[in-house]
């Protein structure tokens, strides 16, 4: 294995850690690989430890490149200036490098797939539809898409705003001013990538409706997507194992779903 660290995506910002494979065509013939950038939950206020290695090591060890996100997170209090874009701009910083790197990374630059949890799912879920928006475009010069993910993956994700949204994650991001922009269900397109979501009934936290309804806009905008609800567990169970100190089988079930998922959307061999 190969780690890199990447101290700071923006003047602003952002860290990230790669996890990568090493070429391994004298034995037999992989040619390039997937990558995966995990962003972890917290609410835009903190980033949550059992999100970040724990899934990057689960995809590494199918054979994906993978990638963790640590954007720029905190608490929002009356006159401070919230988070804004600044969160998508780091993960766009981090995507736009993946695929510069490609070469000297052993990464397939046309197989990026982002993965998200709660807050990081909301980033995730960003990455897929704000991409083409005006600021970044501003911010990268930007010209081919090139921080546009290929492949989504939300879990327990934040999508919406008012009755549904999660309150203190959209706080975080816009303050006290108008939230809109990060009802994310309105700005999905038939240009938004295939998208895998996963939920439960009984999140307490991120209502259900936040995954049901992005499924719902890919559905009206003809985006391939492949989505689970699981009737049972809380909010923040990552890979239903004991990260959580709690064994959820059923629920972790959506691990290797969303591998075989991957694997079928980008041609690439996996061991189940």
Not at 202 to 217: I, K, R, S, W
């Amino acid at each position: 294995m190969r780690v890199i660290q990447i101290a700071q995506l923006t003047p602003l910002g952002g860290k990230m850690t790669a996890y990568l494979h090493e070429p391994d065509d004298d034995y037999i013939f992989r040619g390039k690989r997937p990558a995966i950038l995990i962003m972890p939950g917290g609410g835009y206020r903190k980033l949550a430890g059992r999100e970040k290695d724990p899934v990057a090591f689960e995809y590494f060890a199918e054979g994906f490149n993978t990638f963790v996100l640590e954007y720029s997170v905190q608490e929002y209090a009356p006159g401070l200036k919230p988070l804004g874009l600044q969160p998508l701009k780091e993960a766009s910083a981090a995507l736009i490098l993946i695929r510069k790197n490609g070469l000297d990374w052993n990464t397939n630059p046309n197989q990026v797939a982002v993965l998200g949890f709660s807050a990081g799912g909301h980033l995730a879920a960003s990455c897929a539809t704000l991409w083409n928006c005006s600021e970044l475009k501003k911010e990268f010069n930007i010209m081919n898409g090139s921080n546009r993910p290929d492949a989504v993956i939300l879990c327990y994700a934040v999508t919406l705003t008012g009755e549904f949204g999660h309150q203190d994650s959209l706080r975080n991001l816009a303050g006290e001013g108008d939230d809109s922009l990060y009802n994310l269900v309105n700005h999905i397109d038939s240009h938004t990538p295939p998208t895998f979501l996963w939920t439960t009934v009984e999140d307490e936290l991120v209502p259900v409706e936040n995954t049901l309804m992005f499924a719902q806009g890919l559905q009206k905008n003809g985006v391939s997507y492949e989505l689970h609800i699981y009737p049972h567990g809380r909010h923040g169970l990552t890979l239903g194992k004991m990260e959580t100190n709690e064994d959820h089988p059923h629920l972790a079930t959506w691990v290797n779903l969303s591998k075989m998922w991957l694997s079928e959307l980008f041609e690439f061999k996996i061991s189940r």
